[in-house]
């Protein structure tokens, strides 16, 4: 357990276990997949994630996307760093889940829903090809009566980040907004990754409510466009577009806002206010690595978010923060899955390959 001062790090979103194995094009024909592709479960698709579990060797990992982020945090951070809430059902699937994540060092609060099952992605690789398979379920229950209930709510206070994944807005907004009003009320530090393009598309007015609150915003190089797309921007450009980001309303002023946009390969970008209201934009280049060294490119963007936020939840300048960020997600793309190598690797700036 952690120490009376809490947990540091707190991270909500959407939890999945991400049940990943190596299969072949039989066992895709059989449940009607394709080799690359990510499509939401049917009926159709519910024995698979068993199949995995029995007879493939089947690799479990504590996924969703702030999930990872919150086992990449830990993966840096010292031990009783991360808090984790999201919402999974009454099974053996929350019990591995949780029990992940206990592995990682990541503690939990899960609320448990009686009625749906715990949400679960299948992944089967086939050669350098991924076919991602989800079941959303219980992670679409989450209820902000969860989140104030006391012993939870004492730990939201303890906390000095919040880290906010972007699918949680097709979930509870109004958990989110109260995460980012105890931000802003506390000069705490809140953290919003876009997620995904649907989500500035889809769900651009909850997106639009909890922005004011952002600290730090993260999305990649398409939900930026797709951001701009929405507001009618008029622009495709990436340094512009962290610009705008960066310059939106903010509650706390306290803080000035930093707008982050990963490009892959090419220099990640990061806007900042200034006390002028301008936005000074710098790019950080990425150390590549060799193409035969990667495993899986799957979760690269939150275990970047999860580098990033551990140097912030430390401290660490910007800069300092940007290198263990691109350090972490080079590590994680030499695994398979969004996962890190064990024993742990120590970040120092001499080994950011």
Request: charge should be negative; proline fraction near 5%; charged fraction near 20%.
């Amino acid at each position: 357990m952690a120490a009376a001062k809490g947990y540091p790090f707190l991270c909500l979103e959407n939890p999945l276990l991400d049940i990943q194995a190596v299969g072949d094009a039989a066992l895709l024909q059989k449940y009607g997949l394709k080799d690359n592709d990510a499509i939401l479960a049917e009926e159709k698709h519910m024995g698979l994630y068993e199949e995995l579990l029995q007879n493939h060797d089947a690799k479990l990992i504590a996924g969703g996307a702030a999930q990872n982020t919150a086992r990449g945090a830990q993966y840096i951070l010292p031990d009783n760093s991360v808090l984790y809430i999201g919402c999974v059902g009454r099974d053996k699937y929350a019990d591995i889940l949780k029990e992940t994540c206990t592995k990682a060092g990541v503690h939990t609060e899960y609320r448990v829903d009686d009625v749906q099952p715990t949400g679960k992605c299948g992944v089967i690789i086939t050669g350098h090809n991924r076919s991602m398979c989800t079941h959303l379920a219980a992670a679409n229950e989450y209820k902000i009566e969860h989140l104030k209930q006391p012993h939870i709510w004492s730990l939201v206070e303890k906390a000095q980040v919040y880290y906010i994944g972007g699918y949680h807005l097709t979930v509870c907004v109004p958990a989110i907004q109260a995460l980012g009003e105890e931000a802003a009320a506390k000069n705490k530090i809140f953290m919003l990754s876009l997620s995904a393009p649907f989500i500035p598309e889809f769900f651009k007015d909850q997106l639009d409510s909890v922005l004011p609150y952002t600290d730090y915003t993260f999305c990649n190089e398409t939900e930026a466009r797709a951001y701009s797309k929405s507001h009618e921007w008029g622009t495709e450009d990436v340094v512009e577009i962290a610009k705008k980001l960066a310059k939106l309303p903010k509650k706390n002023t306290n803080r000035p806002r930093v707008a982050i946009v990963t490009q892959g390969t090419l220099p990640t970008v990061a806007a900042t206010v200034k006390p002028n209201g301008e936005a000074e934009v710098k790019e950080f280049s990425v150390v590549e690595i060799p193409k035969d060294s990667i495993n899986d490119t799957n979760g690269a963007g939150d275990a970047f978010a999860g580098g990033f936020s551990a140097g912030i939840v430390q401290g660490k300048s910007l800069e300092e923060s940007m290198e263990l960020g691109q350090w972490l997600a080079s590590l994680s793309i030499q695994e398979l899955g969004p996962s890190f190598p064990f024993p742990k690797k120590t970040f120092t700036s001499s080994n950011r390959s």
